[in-house]
């Protein structure tokens, strides 16, 4: 069974940088798309970057080239380099795997079966 497990977050002052990692298990890393979503209290779980085995990358209009992601296949692992932090940024952010996403659907959370356990991001000074 898949199995994704975070680790990084924290809390960052503003302007501060910040890098999330998730490693997979129990599948063949290469077959997934893996994407970052975040949530923030009272909100929907917003899309925040995805990419695959190509390296074909997307990301939200709010990262605005702060953000980057990244993948290594000797690892299993899909890291999420955050820059530039603001006081918007402060959530909940999710690592995401699915092996069939499809390239319309990449930006919805209903397109990924596998999540990791959600890690706390808080800018704040």
């Known amino acids: 069974q898949v199995q994704l497990v975070q680790s990084g977050g924290g809390l960052v002052q503003p302007g501060g940088s910040l890098r999330l990692s998730c490693e997979l298990s129990g599948g063949t890393f290469n077959s997934y798309t893996t994407a970052w979503f975040r949530q923030a209290p009272g909100k929907e779980r917003e899309f925040v970057a995805v990419?695959?085995?190509?390296?074909?990358?997307a990301y939200a209009d709010f990262v605005q080239g702060r953000f980057t992601i990244s993948r290594d296949s000797t690892k299993s692992a899909v890291y999420l380099q955050m820059n530039s932090l603001k006081s918007e940024d402060t959530a909940v952010y999710y690592c995401?795997?699915?092996?069939?996403?499809?390239?319309?659907?990449?930006?919805?959370?209903?397109?990924?079966?596998?999540w990791g356990q959600g890690i706390q991001v808080t800018v704040s000074s």
């Open positions: 995401a795997a699915d092996s069939n996403v499809i390239l319309y659907s990449r930006r919805m959370p209903a397109a990924y079966d596998y």
């Open positions: 990419t695959n085995r190509y390296r074909r990358e």
